[in-house]
């Protein structure tokens, strides 16, 4: 008999569902009379999974660990992507295995967020340009097109209201740093047209 271990190295809080499928002495159970079984994980906790397994179990429990992504300590550490479950065989992992993990997630998730900050800065400047183009179209105007925006999108921890953990905040700032060629100054006038 052994035990799986099961830790949570995020800032959420997870519920791993299983079934077991055979019992202790390793004989089939009838899987419609088995009901779901689950094991709630607060960011950072490990917990067991179901007290003393026989080997059929851990196999299979194992098995489903993996359809939905956990690892190891080692492999997780290996891994390029976020781990959201990390379990081990036998024995508990440490708490410096746990932090590794969480640090490595948290790492992956900062820079995931600055692709996607920097990614929606440039469909935001696009869409700006646009915008300024159909109006122009949609009025009969002449404003002058930006050749350049600078499109900024910020994400901070706000203050919390509640135990989950600080709030995230972000926003989008646009800015014109100089105008565009041949359009109006700052506090100037655009330039008459002429008469054709």
Do not use: C, W
């Amino acid at each position: 008999m052994t035990k799986i271990f099961l830790a949570n190295p995020t800032r959420q809080h997870q519920r791993f569902y299983y079934r077991l499928d055979f019992a202790a002495d390793g004989m089939p159970l009838n899987p419609r009379l088995q009901g779901n079984k689950h094991t709630p994980l607060r960011p950072g906790e490990q917990q067991p999974i179901h007290g003393d397994l026989a080997p059929p179990q851990v196999s299979e429990i194992i098995e489903q660990l993996k359809t939905y992504g956990a690892k190891t300590p080692e492999e997780a550490k290996r891994s390029r992507a976020v781990v959201t479950l990390i379990y081990q065989e036998g024995r508990q992992m440490t708490a410096n295995q746990i932090n590794d993990i969480f640090r490595m997630n948290k790492g992956l998730k900062a820079h995931e967020g600055q692709v996607r900050r920097r990614n929606a800065a440039i469909v935001s400047s696009d869409a700006i340009v646009h915008q300024v183009e159909e109006m122009n179209a949609a009025m009969n105007t002449d404003i002058a097109v930006p050749d350049k925006v600078d499109v900024e999108f910020e994400q901070v921890e706000g203050p919390s209201d509640n135990d989950d953990g600080p709030r995230l905040e972000e926003g989008i700032r646009v800015r014109r740093e100089a105008p565009p060629k041949g359009g109006p100054k700052r506090g100037g006038k655009a330039p008459a047209r002429r008469a054709a």
